[in-house]
């Protein structure tokens, strides 16, 4: 199939699977308020942080290799299940090791430290983790259709329950906060098992435990990509602890809705990514390049009409979908937005650097954002607040994409219209690519 198709059908399926975690966001938001949400939220980031911390770059290596074939696939997913079984056991280890030590409030915020939310944490690590795995492996493989369908399914089923969590709300059934998070833990379950459904089907049970000869090549690749991934969520998730610490939870729900629509943006560059980066892995540096134009003018194409769109509408947005006690995020919003168009385009510019083994110019580039970010974080928020935290992260991340476009400018020879400028030809080819073909028909 041709990239421009796997782009096509990728955009389009990623567009509806968006719409659908915006409306069970809103819904989720306005069941929980403002002190639940930055729970939440800080859960979620929580262990965001653990799964890159210890997944060791693991899913990049998985993509890479299984599309290029240059590591047996058994002996990458065998390294890969390891990996995941250990790190399963350090996060009870460390877990326990909080709940015993006055750090506690780094995973749980004061006063939520119970078994419920313990268990919680560590389950929806263990199979969000899992679905990692064998979505890496799909794509690898090129089967963006199985994962997008499968994320498709799972997003339905979570508009359908809090959406009838919410009407019920509205006739005085009032939910409790554990009940929304047990959930979200089930469907986190399910679309793990229906990921290892998929991965079965189309890679079967193709697992060596003896990975010799496959660490070496496997940590030489991921290594320098896990560096740069957990650089990044650091400086661009800091700013969670911080706010808490300094201003309290109800405010980092306030912030965190406007970090969550943001966010959102980078769902654009992560969904060409998926097909970009096998694509790019097996070609060589001048057809990578031309490969990487297109992909990019498609990007900042979307996320200029997009960014827009929130900056001017953020009022209604916010004070519609999840009401007055949220109003705070308004202006904040506005900010994110600009800072995830930034984060958004270096977001596809880092992959290609992946792609052609110059990973380590992404660490650079994180290290600028992190001491960039931190900085701004522990000087703004204890002095504005979610508004300090939202100028803090625009100024890092511009500084992060300035570098990582520099270089990618100086060693490829490339001209500024050739990354942002749409062409006629882009259009074009993504129109004719979402024709039906005879295999389709």
Not at 182 to 208: H, N, Q
Not at 388 to 408: E, K, P, Q, R
């Amino acid at each position: 199939m041709s990239v421009e198709r796997h782009v096509s059908q990728t955009v389009i399926l990623r567009v509806l699977l968006t719409i659908l975690m915006m409306v069970q966001s809103i819904f989720v938001t306005r069941l929980l308020g403002p002190e639940a949400r930055g729970l939440f939220a800080k859960l979620q980031a929580a262990q965001s942080f653990f799964i890159l911390f210890l997944g060791l770059g693991i899913t990049s290596a998985i993509t890479y290799f299984v599309s290029n074939k240059k590591v047996d696939i058994g002996k990458v997913m065998g390294f890969a299940f390891v990996s995941w079984f250990l790190g399963v056991g350090v996060l009870a280890i460390t877990q326990w090791s909080f709940l015993k030590m006055p750090t506690i409030d780094l995973i749980f915020p004061a006063g939520y430290a119970s078994h419920f939310y313990e268990a919680y944490f560590i389950l929806s690590f263990l199979f969000n983790s899992l679905q990692l795995v064998f979505n890496s492996a799909l794509s690898g493989r090129q089967r963006f259709d199985m994962s997008n369908s499968m994320e498709l399914v799972v997003a339905f089923l979570r508009v359908l329950l809090f959406g009838a969590y919410f009407g019920g709300k509205t006739f005085g059934i009032e939910p409790s906060v554990q009940s929304i998070f047990l959930i979200d833990l089930g469907l986190t379950v399910l679309r793990a098992g229906l990921f290892f459904d998929c991965y079965r089907r189309e890679i079967g049970f193709s697992v060596r435990l003896s990975v010799q000869g496959a660490i070496k090549p496997i940590l030489g690749f991921s290594t320098l990509i896990y560096i740069s991934y957990l650089i990044n969520f650091l400086y661009l998730r800091a700013d969670y602890w911080i706010i808490e610490r300094w201003i309290g939870l109800k405010e980092l729900g306030v912030y965190s809705v406007a970090a969550g629509l943001g966010q959102f943006l980078t769902f654009i560059p992560m969904t060409l990514n998926m097909v970009m980066l096998p694509h790019l892995s097996s070609s060589g540096e001048k057809e990578a390049l031309a490969k990487l134009g297109m992909f990019s003018r498609l990007n900042a194409s979307a996320l200029i009409l997009i960014t827009t769109l929130l900056v001017v509408l953020a009022r209604p947005i916010v004070v519609v979908c999840y009401g007055g006690a949220f109003a705070g995020a308004i202006l904040p919003l506005r900010i994110v937005a600009i800072s995830f168009f930034m984060l958004s385009l270096k977001h596809l510019f880092a992959y290609y650097n992946l792609s052609q083994d110059r990973a380590r110019h992404n660490i650079f580039a994180e290290l600028l954002g992190l001491a960039i970010g931190l900085s701004g974080d522990f000087f703004l928020i204890p002095r504005f607040g979610i508004l300090g935290a939202s100028v803090a992260s625009v100024v890092a991340n511009f500084v992060s994409l300035l570098y990582v476009f520099v270089g990618i400018v100086r060693s490829g020879n490339v001209r500024l219209g050739e990354l942002f400028v749409l062409e006629l030809r882009d259009v074009r080819s993504l129109f004719w690519s979402m024709r039906p073909t005879k295999e389709s028909v």
